[in-house]
Each structure stands twice: as C-alpha cells, then as structure tokens.
C-alpha cells in the first residue's frame, strides 16, 4: 500500500522517504520528563531517535504506515510516537476548543497521514486509528493530511485476487499523486478507497470460510513439522 502510495506522489514530483521504523533502535520512552526539564529537547537515552527525529520535523507531512494490532498502531510506531515527546512543549494551554494541550512549538509539526491495513474483513476495524490521528494532530497541533485503511490485508498477497489487487494498487497510486499534487485526497478518491477490495455483499462469509480453511491447513502443515 506505501509503495504503490509513494510511487504515485514521487511521479507527481513529490521527495518521498520510506523507513522502516522495525528496523531502527527506538527505545520505549522511560517517561522521566529529561527532554523538557532537564536537556530541553534531547532525550537522555541514546539510540536512533535524534536521526528519526530530524527527518520527521524536516518533512511536510509524515505517513504513518502501520500493520493493525489490538486494534491500534504496532508497538514499534507506537514507541516512535511516545519518543516524540522531546519536541513538545512542557506548558499548558487551552486548544480552539476548549480543551487543555500543550503549548504549540515554534516549529510547526508535518501535517499527518495515515495508512494501514488489518487482518479482519471490514473497514470498521479502523475505528481507533481514525480517531488516534485526530487526536494525535491535535496534541501536535497540526492535521490530518489524508487516510487510508484497507481491511482483509491479507487479499493484497492473494493470486486469485490480483486482477483486483492490481486495480486497488492503481488507485492507491493515483491517490498518492492526487496528493503531491494538491496537498489533499479528493472526495471521490477517498469514497473509491473505502469501497470493498472484493464486491461480493457476503465478503464477510467467503472471508471465514476462506481464513478458516486457511488456518486448518497451517495447523495440520506445522502438526506434521
Ligand atoms: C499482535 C497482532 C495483533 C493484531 N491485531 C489485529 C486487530 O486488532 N485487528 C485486525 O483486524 N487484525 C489484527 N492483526 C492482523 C494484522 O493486522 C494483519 O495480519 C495485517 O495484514 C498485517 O499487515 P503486514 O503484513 O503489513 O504486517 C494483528 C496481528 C498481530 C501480529
């Protein structure tokens, strides 16, 4: 999906930079609070955080790109995300609307972007990323650039499914170049890529019966060695 994303913004002309955040040294946040009260924007621990983090306030907008787990972003997203913590401001201050935040830094924060996809059929399952970006740019005090979300993740690896996978890829295409263009993915873009990757109305029945067949046959496969 980040692929076929980027290849589209870089034909429209867009710098693109994939990292792969599973293959950084990124340590859990300790929560001890140094980067504000005691090296002011440095973190006392040493790993690949500060390269990370020069990259990402060097960006106009940053993707992130995640697997579902739990419902939520990977453990390795959601540590860079904590680590974040050095580039905030340690006062308060109400928001727009009401509600208490930290102050805004001088620096402005990339707008955000969101992609993932997850193991479960429905778009539904997306719940809690569509409201932790928003909340997320809220805290940075920026937006949400764009979104994209594609349930049944495992269809895009899917031989029999390529003549859709390769139409899905087209578009996810043409929404990265959409974007590069104009900052924004347009209305009608957005609605194609919630649609279902398989217009079949019971996906839900041929998921279960073709994941649990699936299943059975890794159990039975590992059951032999
Ligand atoms: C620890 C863990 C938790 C997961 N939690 C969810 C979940 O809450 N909902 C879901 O639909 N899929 C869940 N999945 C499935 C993955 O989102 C799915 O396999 C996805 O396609 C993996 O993407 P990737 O191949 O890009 O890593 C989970 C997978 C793992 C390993």
Redo the contacts with the bound molecule.
Sequence with gaps: MVDAFLAGARDAGADTENIFLARKKINHCLGCFSCWLKSPGTCIQADDMPELMKQFQSADVVVFAT?????NVSGSMKDFIDRLLPLGDPHFEKDPEGEVRHVSGPKKAPRFFMIA????PEQS?FQVLRLLIRRMTRNFSTEVAGEIYR?W??SLQDNELKPHVDAYKGLLRTAGMEFAKTGKLSAETARRLEEPLIPAPNYAEIFISNANAYMDQMIEANRKG
């Excluded at 697997?67 to 419902?71: E, Q, V």
């Excluded at 996809?117 to 479960?120: D, I, K, L, T, V």
């Design positions: 697997p579902l787990h739990n419902d996809n997850c193991g479960f399952h349930g993740g495992s």
